[in-house]
């Protein structure tokens, strides 16, 4: 019995590994993701017959839909324009290699599929309505699963990649894997994505015949965004970071684990506005790792800050936000020498409080 362990989504292979533990796809998935699931390779016949045996650790993988894996993959830097840029750069590295003179001739190869057509591709195919059903070669109409794909004229204007893939498959659904794995296996995520119709695919991690087969232990395979994965936040204060803690659970429980904050049990360790920019300000001068956000209140005092810094250039892991304008602080009742009146507190009063309101 084989003890591969595979990334699918919707029965297409992603990543396949063998022997070892292989890709680390753990960042993908939540810890409640963990579960058993019916894997098409288990022979439950065969367990049926031996019920002494572990069947439920084979079934044992990380598993949640494609449409809420998108807001992790944006995260990890698979946004639909990185998706773009490799597709591109994939294009270009095809024409190189044909104008050396290897490859498929390059009088075949005279064009590409635009990106956007690409996706346009993407969306006449809904995953689920792929034939899955496997087929040799040699078996009587074993053509058959390849002619649909076969017929669109943009299948054969895909880059073609690593000149060693297997593009055929064996069924109608692996064919169609094979001929966008030209991607790497989040791009490929993110853009079957686009098609609203695959957005309810299983995404999963079968770890579990590779567990079972005594290759490794399940502890080995942890959910979650990895620490270089992550944002720290940087706030004015204690209640900023309570609020927006609460905020990420209740809302975007689905994305929480990418965000962490500076560490504040004890007390926070710039606390105020003036303290938090001259925190940001010393760490743009220095030669800071972290994938940081400094976040200001949207009140005179904070926007000035967040002005304040907009002098220097920021190094790509670092950022710093203003809490947005909001239409509901266009007529907000506010408390002034005249008591309270109703006034455009946007950039004057908005501190994070007020978008509890």
Same mark, same amino acid.
């Given at each position: 019995?084989?003890?591969? +362990? ?14 070892? +533990? ?43 839909? *494609? ?5 992790? *993959? ?16 994939? $294009? ?26 690409? $996706? ?15 087929? *040799? ?84 395979? $942890? ?60 760490? $743009? ?40 304008? *909001? ?24 501190? +994070? ?5």
């Amino acid at each position: 019995m084989t003890t591969p +362990i595979t990334l699918t989504v919707g029965a297409i292979t992603l990543t396949f590994n063998k022997w070892e +533990i292989g890709i680390d796809h753990g960042m993908l998935f939540q810890e409640s993701d963990r579960q058993h699931r019916r894997h098409p390779n288990i022979d439950y016949n065969y367990y049926e017959d031996h019920p002494e045996e572990d069947l439920a650790q084979r079934e044992i993988c990380f598993c949640r839909s *494609l449409g809420s894996i998108v807001p992790r *993959l944006e995260l990890l830097g698979y946004s639909l324009a990185t998706v773009q840029a490799e597709y591109e750069k994939q $294009v270009t590295q095809d024409k190189d290699r044909h104008d050396e003179g290897h490859g498929t001739p390059l009088a075949t190869q005279s064009e590409r599929l635009e990106f956007v057509k690409f $996706v346009e591709f993407i969306r006449r195919y809904p995953v689920s309505d792929l034939d899955d059903e496997y087929r *040799l070669d040699i078996e009587p109409g074993s053509n058959q699963w390849r002619a649909r794909l076969a017929a669109d004229p943009d299948a054969a204007l895909l880059p073609q990649g690593d000149q060693d893939r297997d593009v055929d498959g064996y069924s109608e659904r692996s064919h169609f894997g094979g001929l966008i794995g030209f991607l790497s296996p989040y791009s490929v995520l993110r853009v079957l994505a686009e098609n609203p119709a695959n957005l309810t695919l299983d995404v999963a991690w079968d770890y579990g015949n590779f567990v079972a087969a005594g290759w490794a232990i399940n502890e080995d395979f $942890v959910a979650g965004a990895r620490r270089e994965q992550t944002f720290m936040l940087a706030t004015e204060g204690t209640s900023d970071t309570h609020i927006l803690k609460r905020g990420l659970s209740l809302l975007r429980p689905d994305v929480e684990d990418f965000f962490r904050f500076i560490d504040i049990k004890e007390r926070h360790p710039f606390s105020g506005t003036g303290n938090l920019a001259k925190f940001a300000e010393g760490l $743009v001068k220095i030669d800071v790792q972290n994938r940081m956000v400094f976040v200001f209140d949207n009140d005179a005092e904070g926007a000035e800050a967040y002005r304040s810094l907009q002098k220097f250039t920021f190094p790509v892991n670092m950022r710093s936000m203003l809490l947005p304008d *909001l239409d509901q602080f266009l007529d907000f009742p506010a408390l002034g020498p005249s008591g309270v009146v109703r006034t455009d507190i946007n950039g004057r009063a908005a501190a +994070i409080e007020c978008y509890l309101v």
